[in-house]
Nanobody, 125 residues
């Protein structure tokens, strides 16, 4: 099992920035990549970004490319999502997730085995 705990959400004005963190514990070695997803009220959970634990390879949704940056600290078993130039449409609950032995890239909800509880991000206009 892998346990994931997100933090860093909050309320920010449009154009502002936030950094989300996701601390992983448990059988980390069983996962090969981490991902960030988000879910707005009444909408399906959607892919935001994913990164391999090794090699630093990342992949982003078109809607966040150039504004969001995913990174990791292997020593701390933590991944981050730096969100800049935030827009009201970025408002959602953000989840981190861990995938095991999936072919790259990994943009689908069904490819992830473990999920955090989510952290709310609200962007005001």
């Amino acid at each position: 099992q892998v346990q994931l705990v997100e933090s860093g959400g909050g309320l920010v004005q449009a154009g502002g920035s936030l950094r989300l963190s996701c601390a992983a514990s448990g059988r980390i070695f069983s996962s090969n990549a981490m991902g960030w997803f988000r879910q707005a009220p009444g909408k399906e959970r959607e892919f935001v970004a994913t990164e391999r634990w090794t090699g630093g390879v990342t992949y982003y949704a078109d809607s966040v490319k150039g504004r969001f940056t995913m990174s990791r600290d292997n020593a701390k078993n933590t991944v981050y999502l730096q969100m800049n130039s935030l827009k009201p449409e970025d408002t959602a609950v953000y989840f981190c997730a861990a995938a095991r032995n999936q072919p790259w890239p990994i943009p689908n909800v069904s490819q992830y085995d473990f999920w955090g509880q989510g952290t709310q991000v609200t962007v005001s206009s």
